[in-house]
């Protein structure tokens, strides 16, 4: 799963490199991104041909779920059950979106201790994470909240040192297809939803306190001195 991520780049940028029109609130720099808050998303509309980034909440609330909570199970999509299971199909069907990031945090697990690594593209460029949305109506107040998830699937050979999954990061001459601007048959769009390229990638271990979501400051990315993947391996006594 993907439970942390980044962005640093203004919203004025990524509208820019996405080519997208901003709209919504705008949303501040965050450094240490947990499920549960507003995040930037692009959409595209088919009627007025028009991308737009746009804030959504992270953690995807289905059509036909009767309690808001259950964002909280939704927060990621696997890239093999994505259009299959009855929370995600239909918005992979009709509701997809890219979700902007500069990079995203991974742990490494050795006995107890879990130690975080922030894991970005090599030319620290933002990047597209593959993402679904939906709709839903709070039955109490009748107000509509917009939601998403991102899509995982199995690491590619540098985040597979620490970690078993990753988020699905699409090259740029894939957004269009992604997000629907070009016709591509469904078992196309589950072909996209592959691990980017390893050689592409680039990751470096991080200060624990990024694991306190509350934490969020630009020092959260600097480097650690020591590489717990240069450790030996712990041995029971």
Known sequence: MCGRFFRRSPREEL???????????DLPAA?????????????FNPKTKERTLEPLHWGLVPHFATDRKIAFKCTNARAETVDTLPSFRGAF?????????DGFFEWLTRGKKKHPYAITRNDH???????????????????????????TTSANALVAK?????PVILEPTEYAQWLGEEALPLHGLKQLLRPIRAELMTM???????????????????PLPEDPLTEPPLTSS
């Open 31 to 43: 450094f240490n991104i947990p499920p549960g808050q507003a995040i930037l998303a692009v959409r």
């Open 204 to 222: 470096w271990p991080v200060h624990p306190q990024m694991n306190t979501p509350a934490f969020d400051d630009v020092s959260l990315l600097d």
């Open 162 to 166: 620490i970690h078993d999954r990753m």
């Open 125 to 151: 460029q933002p990047f597209g994470i593959a993402g679904v949305w939906e709709n839903w109506q709070e039955p109490a107040t009748g107000e509509w909240l917009r939601t998403c998830a991102m899509i």
């Open 15 to 25: 509208a820019a490199a996405f080519r997208a029109s901003a709209k919504g609130e």
């Open 93 to 101: 069907a009709k509701r997809r979106c890219l979700i902007p990031a």
